[in-house]
DNA sequence: GACGATACGGGATGGCCATCCCGGTTGTCG
DNA sequence: CGACAACCGGGATGGCCATCCCGTATCGTC
């Protein structure tokens, strides 16, 4: 690969993670190609739709969340690894709005996208869940999928990522209704 | 108003009620219409914007859930009246979709369009939950917008309004969240 | 240093959609 | 019944955006 290709690549990357990020998936491509400094054909010719750009920077940032997942299901007892990583992740996607996108679904589905390009973005969260299960320390009726969808809840963009409190307050009130308890 | 033209408004409500539920707030005006069975300039001229749809749709929607919140306020206990609100609003939601994009924030800020219009639409629902608060039955941190924040949570659309297990879990796991306990 | 391959830019294209417009129609009132 | 205002349909318009294309510029090699 020609080492202007390499570099450009490069650029679009790192401007489609920022504006991802602070605009949401929604950004128009050509902002991406703007903020990079190159072309919206250059855009287009590294990355043909604008989906290829989502699962190039919306996996790689699942992938790293995903790592963590592990790395804390080595270091942690089960129950306080799942709910750290509850915390990890949805302060993650309160900062990236592309992540939230992802996250909720908004036009973006990341199971298929993952199951394409072979990536296991799932995994390390199903272990780290059912693990806290076997502990005892979760509700054992509750999946993945329930878990996805009360993160979401907590990551309501309408206060931005600003307001924190209110983002840990509402993950307090979620961890508590996951504990088990009958 | 000329007869044909209110027969034309009320066929359109009824339209876009449906759409919107079953579609979403992002169904085309073009397809309200042809459900309507009027042309699209009918509708233009009834409803000038999309968005004086929405208003017209789901703020009323909203008023009838707040109805129901004060109606439940009178006849229960507040911390009854409260959880046995937040399911009902859920179910509501998750059948639908339009209601959970409303909720959601997708592209339609209802309490923007509330103040504008002049309808009270979180009234009734602040009431329910101050009263809750105030009988020690839900965490007194917490407040209106977390609490919707939180239902949106329980919309998760992937699994649509079919999966009503996993939405009662959902709904469960918040409310055992928001419920006091320090 | 020159030449072929590779990559670049950004305008062109086409799809989607809300909103506007106007020639034709229909209800209403005298 | 007749005239006129109000209303209708749906095509036209314009904005937004992803994707494609091609004339031009740059890279890497001989």
Chains 1, 2 share one sequence.
Not at 34 to 41: E, I, L, Q
Not at 82 to 94: C, H, Q, R
Not at 124 to 153: C, E, F, I, N, S
């Amino acid at each position: 690969m020609r080492a202007d290709a390499k570099r450009n690549r490069d650029r679009i990357l790192t401007a489609a993670i920022e504006a991802f990020a602070t605009e949401g998936l929604s950004v128009p491509v050509h902002e991406i190609a703007r903020r990079a400094g190159v072309g919206t054909g250059t855009v287009s010719r590294h990355f043909p739709t604008k989906e290829s750009l989502y699962d190039a920077i919306i996996l790689h940032r699942l992938e790293q969340l995903v790592d963590r997942a592990r790395s804390l299901a080595e270091a942690e007892e089960p129950s306080t690894a799942f709910f750290e990583f509850f915390k990890y992740m949805a302060d993650a996607g309160a900062t990236d709005h592309g992540l939230a996108d992802a996250l909720g679904g908004g036009g973006y589905d990341v199971a298929a996208s993952a199951e394409r390009t072979g990536y296991d973005v799932m995994g390390g969260m199903r272990d780290l869940l059912t693990a806290a299960q076997r502990a005892g320390a979760v509700r054992d009726d509750v999946d993945v999928v329930d878990v996805k969808a009360l993160m979401t809840g907590c990551l309501a963009r309408e206060r931005g990522a600003t307001d924190a409190a209110a983002r840990s307050r509402m993950i307090e009130i979620v961890c508590t209704g996951l504990r088990a308890h009958r």
